[in-house]
């Protein structure tokens, strides 16, 4: 829609009248709370409609077998917790902007300006707000797996072998802010990024999340260095694929892409996974 916008100067008008009719705040609040929640449960809704009513031929898709699938109530309870983070999100973000940022005025924020951002600026702050990205969940991840930080805050996330779209939220609050939040709000509040383009890259990484937690493999992302198996495999092994785009677990020896999933077997396996994570 924004890279249209460099050629169609109607929506330059519609935004800057949007920016004028709404105070910056309230705007950035309302704009990343209605992406949050409707580009993630438009997802996990198709995904969990797909596993319940979906035709036979979709099944072959599944990276795990059936008796891999998880259970009801497990589901249940993920979509609780989801909409649980989701409001903690919110919480988080009525207190940044409106009791942290007034009291410490140097917080500048995200841009909330009535211009546009082009294409070239939107390719390049997300190019840049996905390796910065790439670097904090990464190795905070990587600390998530350390045993004492795993069995209070990560295994929560684990009890799914067998990702399903909605168990990206499914986690602690600790490991929520640590690997949900903070990396997407460190970068883009660095970079000072323009709000649509900060919009746009929150699409991209709950897209990105639900997609790796999906459990189908519909497409083969591989030459862009992504594929759900690759986050599947995650969840089967415990000790692989920390990272988001490969880059950090090419350098760190901890990427796994060859090898299909386990597709036997049901118990909770952090134990054998964690005694073989490199340190
Ligand atoms: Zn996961
Ligand atoms: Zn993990």
């Known amino acids: 829609m924004v890279i249209l916008a460099d050629r169609v100067p109607y929506l330059h008008i519609v935004w800057a009248r949007i920016v004028q009719e709404h105070p910056p705040r309230t705007l950035e609040l309302m704009g990343s709370v209605v992406t949050q929640i409707t580009v993630f449960w438009s997802l ?26 998880p259970r009801r109530t497990l589901l249940r309870k993920a979509v609780l917790i989801a909409a649980l983070n989701q409001a903690f999100t919110i919480i988080l973000q009525i207190g940044q902007l409106f009791i942290v940022r007034p009291l410490v005025p140097q ?33 905070g991840h990587r600390a998530l797996h350390l045993p004492w ?23 602690h609050p600790v490991e929520h802010v640590v690997s949900n939040i903070l990396p997407v709000i460190i970068p883009a509040h660095i970079l000072r990024i323009h709000i649509v383009t900060f919009w ?4 991209g990484v709950i897209a990105q999340a639900s997609l790796a937690h999906c459990g189908y493999s ?9 594929k759900p198996e690759v986050h599947d495999l995650h969840h089967e092994k ?28 049901t118990s909770d396996r952090q134990g054998q996974g964690l005694s073989k994570v490199k340190q």
């Open 218 to 226: 519909f497409f083969d992302l591989s030459f862009a260095g992504w």
């Open 238 to 265: 415990f000790n692989v694929n920390y990272g988001l785009i490969g880059l950090l677990d090419a350098i760190h020896g901890t990427r796994d892409t060859g090898t299909r999933p386990l597709r036997t077997g």
């Open 149 to 171: 930080l795993y069995r209070r805050f990560h295994k929560q996330h684990h009890l799914f072998t067998t990702p399903v779209a909605v168990a990206s939220l499914y986690c």
């Open 200 to 203: 746009l890259f929150s699409c």
């Open 107 to 139: 917080i500048t924020g995200l841009r909330v300006e009535p211009k546009l951002p082009s294409a070239a600026e939107i390719m390049h702050d997300i190019l840049w707000c996905t390796l910065g990205r790439e670097a904090l969940f990464y190795y």
């Open 44 to 69: 996990s809704l198709v995904f969990l409609l797909l596993d319940s009513f979906g035709p036979s031929y979709v099944k072959r898709y599944k990276i795990q077998c059936s008796s891999r699938q």
